[in-house]
């Protein structure tokens, strides 16, 4: 196999892992899930290496979801 074609299945995997949201580690899902985080996460890749990372806090008690929703 080519190097061109390593890279070309590398990319095919992650556009399908993007699609599918599979960009977590079970461990960091478990703990947004813990917390009920509905917020917004960023995350700034530059020449495969994280760059920046942050979040906007979006999490709210139950009764706040309700009113929202109402």
Not at 27 to 42: D, I, K, Q, Y
């Amino acid at each position: 196999m080519r190097c061109g074609d390593e890279e070309e299945l590398a990319f095919q995997e992650l556009r399908r892992s993007v699609r599918e949201a599979k960009l977590l580690s079970p461990a960091v899902e478990a703990l947004l899930e813990s917390v009920h985080f509905t917020g917004r996460l960023s995350v700034v890749v530059q020449n495969g290496k994280i760059l920046k990372s942050g979040y906007e806090e979006g999490y709210f008690t139950r009764r706040q979801d309700e009113r929202m929703a109402g």
